[in-house]
């Protein structure tokens, strides 16, 4: 397996997607081919589908904070929150799962660009709070302050990503310029603008990496390397743990 040096200099940047959480049983998007108890995830995870039927909404993600409740990190959640303890500075993760994972791990340098399952806000009010509790009857939670509607904390399809955390991963890979090193996880590359990393990293002539169980043929020729396996696996031996 291609070993992956890293020099005093070098800047590590990951993307994880649903892949790096299989190992720990939760399912991914595209094992479920986008499907959602016949729904398309796209319209359930989406504004418009928030406004339609709210109830179906918080019934799809009610019963993904029971699954996610009773899941554990992996080995590759694991050996991420291993490097960023020897490179400290020198690494980012930016994750696009909501499921918590990640920071169980301890993983701190952490964005969770797409949410947080175990956080709710209202609609009007705007801000995130902790919320673990799960909604399937009617009514559905409402806001003290302002009687607004009660959301997950996620960015839906057709919803910007925080600012904040976009000008971060901008700001690393453009301080890291040939230094950076690239590596994406357990992602199938569709959803943007996450899918762009590559692409960003590859502009200021980072090195790229793709750890994936089944590479997407696409998405796989734009990286220098691909190593095909189970990121629980992989991620430990690459990182010479
Ligand atoms: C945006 C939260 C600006 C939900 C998610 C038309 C209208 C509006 C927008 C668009 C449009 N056309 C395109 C867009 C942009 C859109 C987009 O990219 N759509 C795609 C479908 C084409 N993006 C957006 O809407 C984003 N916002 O662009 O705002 C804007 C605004 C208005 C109009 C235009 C633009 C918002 C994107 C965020 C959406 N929210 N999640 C939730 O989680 O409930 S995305 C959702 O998909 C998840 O976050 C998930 O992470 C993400 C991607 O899925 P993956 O993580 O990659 O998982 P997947 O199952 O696909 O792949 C798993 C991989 O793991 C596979 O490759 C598999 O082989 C591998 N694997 C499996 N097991 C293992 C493994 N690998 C290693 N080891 C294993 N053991
Ligand atoms: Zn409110």
């Known amino acids: 397996m291609d070993k992956l040096k890293l020099d005093a200099q070098a800047r590590v940047l990951v993307l994880t997607g649903a892949g790096v959480s299989a190992e720990s049983g939760v399912p991914t998007f595209r094992g479920m081919n986008g499907l959602w108890e016949g729904n398309r995830v796209e319209d359930v995870a989406s504004p418009t589908g928030f406004r339609a039927d709210p109830q179906l909404v918080w019934r799809f993600y009610s ?24 490179l400290g500075e020198r690494f980012l993760l930016a994750t696009q799962n909501v499921d918590g994972l990640h920071a169980r791990s301890g993983s701190r340098r952490m964005l969770a660009i797409h949410g947080e399952l175990f956080q709710s806000r209202c609609e009007r009010c705007n801000v995130p709070f902790a919320d673990a509790q799960t909604y399937f009857a009617a009514p559905m939670p409402r806001c003290e302050k302002c009687q607004g509607a009660i959301r997950p904390h996620i960015v ?18 453009e301080a890291a310029g040939e230094h950076l090193v690239f590596l994406a996880v357990g992602t199938s590359g569709l959803v943007y603008p996450a899918a762009g990393m590559v692409d960003a990293s590859r502009a200021v002539g980072g090195t790229t990496w793709l750890i994936d169980a089944a590479p997407s ?14 990121s629980g696996e992989i991620l430990p031996a690459l990182f010479g743990r």
């Open 63 to 86: 019963l993904r904070r029971e699954a996610a409740a009773k899941v554990s990190p992996n080995p590759g959640h694991l050996a991420l929150a291993d490097l960023e303890q020897r």
């Open 217 to 230: 043929d696409e998405y796989a020729a734009r990286f220098d390397h691909v190593l095909r396996g189970r």
């Open 156 to 173: 839906w399809f057709g919803e910007t990503l925080d600012p904040a955390h976009l000008e971060q991963v901008d700001a690393f890979i």
